[in-house]
């Protein structure tokens, strides 16, 4: 039976679990439907950043690849913001985009025609363009093979038009597809020695710390590495993105942390996380991921390990003292063993830090200006289920605030754009959280900055019945980028930071949502309980105030 490249396509995808394509079809539809194959949904959107940035959130929650589309020309320039998202936050997507039609396929000559493969490869772990109708299988097998091996990332595939339309013969041969390989990365040889030297480093140390990373979950090995340190009553310390690999209240969840935290908390909460610290075992350790070593190098002097699946990609920033190269849960399992037994250690007191923060949250102050953001992340937490969904932040001074005191209590149970910090993520990343996990509750929190960049994809949300609770905090002006302006310059520009006003509430109800403003903890609490009621997503919108004093952000790199 004759089948066309567009069928093909779909079909080897699916024979990989992908089951959703996420994007925007152009001219290219005179060749593909993406209803050729049963089993595989075509998901619209209003931009193709969100498409891309859905691709990877799907992938990173579900550990499988996902795939996203775009048209040719300006349509595959604007995927390349979600693709470089899925790199640097470490998610295998397939990227698709359609190019001009072979025999006219000259860049920058034809109409509508960029070398698109030239503009992905730096972006991707794989780049390439259909050249002729029979090799659109092993393009796809290539593409999710690079994308799954560590560190996972995107992969890309070129579509001429006139080849997406063509048909294959008869008789061409598919092998079956192949069981992706990942999340394997590089393995040292000699791995099981360096587990010698750190349970030996482990025995020696006062007061270790497990540094985690989204490596770790992964590999899988969440399960064997909070029993791990459970048994030895070592605490866990997380990059943003690794929250809730111990649930929020649990005794040796010491949170994750951000080089804004001295800051935000105004106390040298770093110094008492790391001080009396001897030990750093950084498992599943990405560089990306916005820990770094800066924030630990104070107090005690540490020995650092780092485990990772890939090889230090950043030995001129970063040395550690022992470097574990190979499957993080085989090192988990590995360690484990060769500490059977053993005492426990002592934790290092952080009571002070969490009074803290407790304090912080409990303020229920009413300022005239605004809610504070621990405010709103607060009650966010209380209508959650403190920790029993999953909270999403976007990108903006708030996200630090998020990161600090949102509750999570699984793996992805916190999710921001750790590695690229895309503006604008929030609601895409939202929408896909809801499509992983239909049965649990998502909320988002947005600034108004991130939000309207990319406000135009409230309508996806509508059409596609997402309940999603989207939280827009407002201030009319680029907050993180004015504290920015204070650190270098002691004072801010308003003309580089400041906004009109924007009526989020009625944008909202113009997109078919159902939207309330919200400006105390009561009327706040009150829209969030009705938001997890409501059926399709529900926007609040609730002015808020920073005080920008630029105090306490040593750690940060400027």
């Not at 979950?217 to 111990?246: F, H």
């Not at 800066?294 to 950043?314: H, I, L, Q, Y």
């Not at 596609?464 to 801010?492: K, T």
């Not at 409501?534 to 808020?544: D, R």
């Amino acid at each position: 039976m004759t089948k066309s490249v567009a069928a093909a396509l779909q079909a080897r995808l699916k024979e990989y679990g992908i089951e959703r394509v996420f994007g925007i079809v152009g001219r290219e539809a005179a060749a593909i439907l993406f209803d050729e194959v049963d089993g595989v949904e075509f998901i619209l959107t209003r931009h193709e950043f969100s498409a891309g940035v859905m691709a990877d959130v799907l992938a990173r929650i579900t550990n499988r690849p996902q795939a996203c589309f775009a048209t040719l020309g300006p349509g595959m320039t604007n995927l390349t913001t979600g693709v470089a998202t899925s790199a640097l936050d470490r998610s295998p997507v397939v990227a698709l985009a359609a190019q001009s039609e072979s025999h006219d396929c000259f860049p920058n000559e034809t109409h509508q025609c960029l070398d698109s493969v030239a503009v992905m490869r730096p972006l991707t772990k794989y780049a390439s363009q259909l050249d002729h109708p029979g090799a659109i299988v092993d393009l796809v097998d290539s593409a999710v093979a690079a994308a799954v091996v560590e560190p996972v990332g995107p992969s890309f595939i070129s579509l001429p038009v006139d080849l997406l339309g063509a048909t294959l013969p008869d008789d061409a041969p598919v092998a079956p597809a192949p069981e992706p390989m990942g999340p394997l990365g590089t393995v040292d040889r000699q791995w099981r020695q360096e587990v010698e030297r750190v349970a030996a480093a482990l025995a020696q140390a006062t007061h270790p710390v497990l540094v985690v990373g989204s490596a770790a979950i992964r590999a899988g090995a969440v399960e064997q590495l909070c029993a791990l340190a459970e048994r030895l009553t070592v605490p866990i310390i997380t990059t943003y993105t690794a929250k809730g690999v111990l649930p929020h209240g649990h005794a040796l969840n010491y949170g994750a942390i951000s080089g804004y935290m001295d800051g935000i908390l105004g106390y040298d909460a770093l110094d008492e996380l790391f001080g009396p610290v001897d030990l750093i075992i950084a498992v599943g350790y990405d560089y990306a991921e916005d820990l770094r070593p800066s924030m630990w190098t104070r107090g005690e002097a540490k020995t650092v390990v780092r485990v990772a699946p890939v090889v230090n990609p950043v030995p001129r920033v970063f040395r550690p003292d022992i470097d574990v190269v190979t499957d993080v849960k085989e090192f988990v399992v590995a360690l484990d063993e060769a500490t059977t037994g053993w005492t426990p250690k002592r934790p290092h007191d952080i009571t002070a830090l969490r009074e803290r923060v407790a304090n912080l949250l409990a303020d229920a102050a009413e300022y005239p200006d605004g809610m504070r953001v621990h405010q709103v992340v607060d009650c966010m937490n209380t209508v959650l289920g403190g920790g029993g969904g999953t909270f999403v932040s976007d990108i903006g001074y708030f996200r630090h605030y998020a990161v600090l005191f949102a509750a999570s209590d699984q793996p992805y149970g916190f999710l921001t754009s750790a590695g690229c910090s895309s503006f604008g993520y929030g609601l895409p990343a939202a929408m896909a959280a809801k499509l992983a996990r239909p049965d649990q509750p998502v909320f988002l929190l947005a600034g108004d900055g991130g939000f309207h960049s990319n406000s135009a994809d409230l309508e996806t949300a509508v059409r596609l019945g997402l309940d999603i609770v989207i939280v827009v905090v407002n201030n009319s002006r680029n907050g993180l980028i004015e504290l920015y302006q204070r650190l270098g310059h002691q004072r801010p520009h308003a003309p580089a930071v400041g906004f009109n006003d924007v009526d989020f509430a009625a944008l909202a109800r113009a997109n078919g949502c159902d939207a309330v403003h919200a400006t105390d903890r009561a009327s706040l609490l009150a829209a969030l309980q009705k938001g997890r009621e409501s059926s399709g997503p529900f926007v609040i919108e609730v002015p808020i105030s920073y005080d920008l004093t630029a105090g306490g952000f040593g750690a940060l790199a400027i």
